[in-house]
């Protein structure tokens, strides 16, 4: 018999991601959250290492039960949500609590981008990173326009060369992109492609590829590996790809080069890690 009514006292899964915790249900075809954002939690510090980009990509569409969200759109709107608001936040934001009380909502669109449902599984990928190197500056340069104008050649062309390669594009994550591949060494040559399409329309970019095991919900990725992958890719500098060990080493039968880029501390991740730089193919 189909379920009348639900209540969030026994939900159906509890995710905790990102400093958030999502309760999820879904009744009537549709999944809901009771999302709770606790007292300091801010989007850029707690949950934008996970995913990468500077802004949040979802669509939050909701209800405030309690607290207060402050949100920052990509264009220098800010604003405040209080109770008994409902709220529809565009792509491209921050958001975080405000004042000592957590913030909880009811979502029907927006965490499930990054939390998923019952419909989440696990896979072994090789992902890719990339990232735009001084975007605010190019911007600065050539006006929203222009630069706008070119971002979006830019992301047609990666898409061309990640399909070559066999890959898939997830997202794109502010400036820069992310994208799964089966096979470790087609990822770093889709990389090294994408590097020479971002110099072609003389900008630079830097990248980072990294394997493991990754949980996809519909068409997105996440979990640690996301992260650690992002990370990689932020210790690479101007024009340059970096790629953990075990990239460099599953590559070593494939027809690419490698050099010893030394230990790094990646933020927000355990150990010191050897990374390798990509120099040619």
């Known amino acids: 018999m189909t379920e009348l009514n639900r209540n969030f006292d026994a ?7 990102g400093g958030c915790t999502e309760e999820l249900i879904t009744i009537g075809g549709l999944t809901l959250s009771r999302s ?3 007292v300091g939690w801010r ?5 934008k290492h996970l995913v990468g980009g500077e802004w949040c990509q979802a669509r939050h569409m909701g209800y405030v039960l309690s607290g207060v969200l402050g949100v920052e759109l990509a264009d220098g709107t800010v604003y405040e949500l209080g109770p008994g608001e409902l709220y529809d936040i565009p792509p491209g934001h921050d958001g975080w609590t405000v004042g000592d009380e957590p913030f909880v909502g009811i979502e029907w669109s927006g965490m499930r981008t990054w939390v998923g449902g019952s419909s989440r599984h696990r896979v072994q990928a090789t992902l890719l990173f990339t990232d735009v190197v001084d975007s605010t500056g190019m911007a600065a340069r050539l006006g929203d326009a222009a630069w706008h104008d070119l971002l979006s050649m830019h992301f047609h062309a990666c898409d061309d060369a990640i399909g070559h390669f066999g890959g898939r594009r997830v997202t794109t994550t502010g400036d820069g992109i992310l994208a799964t591949f089966d096979t470790t060494a087609q990822a770093v040559r889709c990389a090294i492609a994408i590097r020479d399409i971002a110099q072609r329309q ?3 970019i830097r990248a980072g590829v990294h394997v493991g095991e990754v949980e996809v919900a519909g068409e997105d990725v996440r979990g640690v590996t996301v992260h650690e992958a992002a990370r990689i890719m932020g210790a690479a500098g101007t024009d340059e790809i970096f790629t953990s060990e075990a990239v460099q080493i599953l590559c070593r039968s494939a027809d690419l080069a490698f050099v010893d880029a ?3 501390e990646l933020k927000g991740v355990q150990d010191r890690w050897r990374l390798y730089r990509v120099v040619g193919s």
């Open 202 to 204: 003389r900008f630079a």
């Open 11 to 17: 939900p159906d899964e509890i995710v905790e991601l």
């Open 36 to 38: 709770t954002q606790p």
């Open 262 to 264: 030394g230990e790094h």
């Open 43 to 47: 989007w850029s510090e707690h949950f």
